[in-house]
């Protein structure tokens, strides 16, 4: 059975998973320094690739 979503959705769908484990390391960064403040920059970071990477799949061809 032919798959119907579209590249922008498989795209879409690797970017969510991909954000959810570089989230899940920030947290352990966190919890063994114990610092939030020493991974604010990592977080803006990724904060502006993603909004890149969305960006990108918005573009992106079906």
């Not at 390391?25 to 610092?35: N, P, S, T, V, Y």
């Not at 990592?42 to 079906?62: D, F, G, K, Y």
Request: charge should be negative.
């Amino acid at each position: 059975m032919p798959d119907d979503k579209s590249r922008a959705d498989l795209l879409a769908e690797e970017l969510d998973d991909l954000k959810a484990e570089v989230t899940k390391l920030i947290g352990m960064i966190d919890f063994e320094i114990g610092r939030k403040w020493c991974t604010f920059p990592l977080r803006l970071q990724i904060e502006r690739i993603e909004q890149l990477l969305r960006q990108e799949v918005a573009n992106a061809e079906p």
